[in-house]
């Protein structure tokens, strides 16, 4: 970082030994979105990272993305799926003018 060419020495270290890397004990750096996928799923094995904290959007209080434990991660995310379950829009069709 302090030669400002970390972007390059972090694409050399997936050149060379693919598109996972280990950086340090509890850090990789990944490079496909087939990797990504499985790792950043719902009930995966590996755990948010402390750097999760930095994607607040309010200081004061937590979205869902830096919630670092799944309990309340899943809790948190809950509140905002009951607005997309549709219930209460049971004769949704007969109140659309198409």
């Known amino acids: ?11 050399k270290l997936q050149e060379r030994h693919g598109p996972v890397v280990r950086l340090g004990p509890n850090d990789l750096l990944v490079g496909d979105i087939d990797e990504i996928t499985p790792i950043s799923s719902a009930r995966s094995a590996w755990g948010r990272s402390e750097w999760y904290k930095n994607m607040r959007f309010d200081f004061e209080n937590d979205s869902v993305i830096p919630i670092l434990g799944t309990k309340a991660h899943d809790k948190h995310k809950a509140y905002p799926l009951r607005g997309y379950e549709g219930r209460g829009l049971v004769n949704l069709e007969s109140i659309i003018d198409l």
């Open 1 to 11: 970082m302090w030669d400002a060419k970390l972007e390059t020495s972090l694409a």
